[in-house]
């Protein structure tokens, strides 16, 4: 599946600017800087296709991806989400991120499953779990995924997994299973496109 090629598709800043439901989708989320734009950049081999910052808020719309074909005919739709809980942008622009990325959690028929990541240094922090709340009372499925392993060290990496296994133990539709992952090192890459893969062919 990572083998075909990945084009930009589609950007949305609003529900109604959404592409048209077409191939499985499958989303990224996470606070900001938390290393969405990055991971997925790992995911499909591509260096800079989409668009990574040291200074968080980069992502600002929903920017569609699309693996093995275009708009019409792609298998596999990857979409990079704007970061919550960024505190440096207005109280507007928060309303409208959060209201496109609600909107389109909530009602997004052919998405399959939303990878909620966690920087790997902190674990999860307040805006994440309002995330899971959402996620949660939309009943849409996710998977934890733990992000820049190269800075963790291993001790720490594993105690982090366990206690974020813990977290999301009772929460229902979140998948008990946690990946670590760097985008440096490509650790985790292969797991986390092995899972989206596994999605796929359900
Ligand atoms: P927003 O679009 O602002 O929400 O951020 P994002 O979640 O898309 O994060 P982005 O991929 O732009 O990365 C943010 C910063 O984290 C950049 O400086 C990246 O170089 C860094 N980063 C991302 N992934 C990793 C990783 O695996 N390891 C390390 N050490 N740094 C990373
Ligand atoms: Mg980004």
Redesign the pocket.
Same mark, same amino acid.
């Given at each position: 599946l990572f083998a075909a090629e990945c084009d930009f598709l589609w950007a949305a800043s609003s529900v109604a600017s959404l592409p048209p439901p077409g191939a499985p989708e499958i989303a990224?989320a996470?606070?900001?800087?938390?290393?969405?734009?990055?991971?997925?950049?790992?995911l499909t081999n591509r260096k800079s296709l989409?668009?990574?910052?040291?200074?968080?808020?980069?992502?600002?719309e929903l920017n569609f991806f699309g693996l093995g074909g275009g708009i019409d005919d792609a298998r596999l739709r990857l979409v @990079?989400?704007?970061?919550?809980g960024?505190a440096a942008a207005s109280k507007e622009q928060i309303a409208s991120w959060t209201q496109l990325m609600q909107d389109y959690l909530r009602g997004r028929a052919p998405l399959l499953r939303a990878f909620v990541?966690i920087d790997?240094r902190h674990g999860l922090k307040p805006p994440d779990y309002e995330m899971m709340d959402l996620l949660d009372r939309c009943a849409l499925s996710y998977q934890i995924v733990l992000?820049?392993? @190269?800075?963790v060290k291993e001790a720490d990496a594993a105690r982090r997994i366990e206690e974020t296994l813990k977290a999301i133990e009772k929460r229902p539709a979140a998948y008990p299973q946690a990946i670590f992952?760097?985008?440096?090192?490509a @650790?985790g890459v292969a797991e986390l496109r092995a899972a989206i893969a596994r999605l796929l062919a359900e």
């Open positions: 990224f996470g606070r900001s800087n938390v290393g969405k734009s990055s991971l997925l950049n790992a989409a668009r990574t910052s040291h200074t968080p808020g980069r992502t600002r @990079d989400m704007p970061g919550y960024y990541l790997g992000t820049k392993q @190269d800075e992952t760097s985008s440096r090192t @650790d």
